[in-house]
Nanobody
Framework: QVQLVESGGGLVQAGGSLRLSCAAS????????MGWFRQAPGKERDFVAA????????YYGDFAKGRFTISSDNTRNTVYLQMNSLKPEDTAVYYC???????????????WGQGTQVTVSS
């Protein structure tokens, strides 16, 4: 079984930045791609970004384009989400996810992390 552990969440003022990290316990055929989702209170879980482990394919949710950047470190089996120009509406629990491809991860991940809270104050 693959375990995903997120870190880096916290409280930040509007306009600030945070970098989230997600470490996979091991590399498997179904962790060839990893990504991020988020869920705000009372709202549906939204796709944020995904990347394959070679780093040559990335996808972003519309709200993330231009502000968020996903990247990976194969040596550490870790994916990162750099979040800049944060807005209060970015406040949510951010969940790491993994799957067999970026498409599969966006649609139906095989693994989920426990989530890390991001709070953006106005």
């Amino acid at each position: 079984q693959v375990q995903l552990v997120e870190s880096g969440g916290g409280l930040v003022q509007a306009g600030g930045s945070l970098r989230l990290s997600c470490a996979a316990s091991k590399r498997t055929f179904d962790t060839a791609a990893m990504g991020w989702f988020r869920q705000a209170p009372g709202k549906e879980r939204d796709f944020v970004a995904a990347i394959n482990w070679s780093g040559d394919t990335t996808y972003y949710g519309d709200f993330a384009k231009g502000r968020f950047t996903i990247s990976s470190d194969n040596t550490r089996n870790t994916v990162y989400l750099q979040m800049n120009s944060l807005k209060p509406e970015d406040t949510a629990v951010y969940y790491c996810a993994a799957g067999r491809s970026t498409s599969a991860t966006r649609r139906k991940p095989d693994y989920w992390g426990q989530g890390t809270q991001v709070t953006v104050s106005s």
